[in-house]
């Protein structure tokens, strides 16, 4: 299983930005798949998923309403639709994917396969 995260840099606050993670040997639609994300001197958090089979969806409270996550099953391929964009969201962005139901869904430690990392900034 290959996870290869893309799309992050360097946005001013206000701005928008779509991470995407092309997703290899696993079927995306039988995987809760989406993103976290880890601040310096912070512990890695959960940012937006998607559950099995589309049924249930994760948003942290400090992204509602900013954040879409979204996936294309025929690409194999996640996606992060980041809008307006504050100080506040810059880190590293991973993708990953997991057998994970539930309250779990947030849950960074209980995803197996991981993407590199991708760096958002977010800065004037």
């Known amino acids: 299983v290959q996870l290869q995260a893309s799309g992050g840099g360097l946005v001013q606050p206000g701005g928008s930005l779509r991470l995407s993670c092309a997703v290899s040997?696993?079927?995306?639609?039988?995987?809760?798949t989406g993103w976290f994300r880890q601040a310096p001197d912070k512990e890695r958090e959960g940012v937006s998923v998607i559950g099995v089979g589309n049924r249930t969806m994760y948003y942290a409270d400090s992204v509602k309403g900013r954040f879409t996550v979204s996936r294309d099953i025929d690409k194999s391929t996640v996606y992060l639709q980041m809008n307006n964009l504050k100080p506040e969201d810059t880190a590293v962005y991973y993708c990953?994917?997991?057998?994970?139901?539930?309250?779990?869904?947030?849950?960074?430690?209980?995803?197996?396969?991981w993407g590199q990392g991708t760096l958002v900034t977010v800065s004037s």
């Open positions: 990953a994917a997991g057998a994970v139901w539930g309250p779990n869904l947030s849950r960074w430690s209980r995803y197996d396969h």
């Open positions: 040997g696993l079927e995306l639609d039988y995987f809760a």
